[in-house]
């Protein structure tokens, strides 16, 4: 990234830049009253190679249905499948989420476990659903890098890397804790509206100036 950057003032920009476009899934969802660590969790996982355009309204079918591990154990695959309609691999998120219900329920009383080690133990979780929840629901300093995250940092040349896991590891060494949750919260909806993968809105980019507009050939 080009000398002198503060990444504070940088978030703040592009928070003032994507106000006219729809918050990233999850803290849509938690603002609509969708708060707990179970259900940011399975927001998360439908959420895998979906669309947020999809992941909400589908997560709002599940939730008005079930809210806890011991709903969702009220349902069998098949039922669980139907309420997923819409998001990629419903047939394996089903199994996903009650293998995480039954464990919750037999191993923690019920009550997910709030470490990033204990999420990451539980079949289908990995890295960016485990600190993407736990950062939404609990506050916790966590970030969560999908493409979007990975392909704007790696644009603007703040980070090298070629896997959004690599990613991870090095914001968490350079950015301070405060801002951990911004990460995700903000560039998300940054990279898929305004720093888009093909033709990105150079133009009008509120941080320009801070930008290598590293792989850019062409832009808006």
């Known amino acids: 990234m080009k000398p002198d950057v503060d990444l504070k ?27 707990s660590l179970f259900e940011q969790l399975i ?12 992941t909400i309204p589908v997560s709002l079918r599940l939730f008005a249905v079930v809210r806890t591990p011991k709903d969702l154990l009220t349902l069998n695959a098949v039922q669980l499948t139907e309420l997923l309609h819409g998001c990629t691999y419903p047939d394996q998120k089903a199994y996903t ?7 919750v329920t ?8 709030t470490t990033y080690e ?3 133990s539980f079949k289908g979780i990995g890295p960016k659903c485990a600190n993407l929840a736990l950062g939404v629901a609990t506050g916790q300093a966590a970030i969560s890098v999908d493409i979007h995250v990975h392909r704007v940092v790696n644009r603007w040349g703040y980070v090298r890397t070629r896997q959004p896991e690599q990613t991870l590891k090095v914001l968490e060494q ?21 720093c888009t993968g093909t033709l990105p809105r150079c133009s009008t980019c509120p941080v320009l100036a801070w930008c290598e507009q590293r792989g850019v050939t062409k832009h808006r």
């Open 174 to 194: 350079q950015v301070s804790q405060p801002l951990w949750i911004d990460i995700n919260r903000l560039l998300m909806p940054f990279g898929k509206h305004i």
């Open 106 to 113: 037999e191993e923690f009383g019920g009550i997910l476990p």
């Open 97 to 103: 989420m009650l293998g995480i219900a039954q464990r």
């Open 118 to 120: 204990q999420l990451t």
């Open 43 to 54: 927001a998360c996982i439908i959420s895998i190679r979906t669309l947020d355009e999809t």
């Open 9 to 35: 003032e940088v978030l703040s920009r592009i928070e003032a830049a994507i106000k006219p476009y729809p918050k990233a899934a999850m803290f849509e969802l938690y603002e609509r009253g969708y708060t």
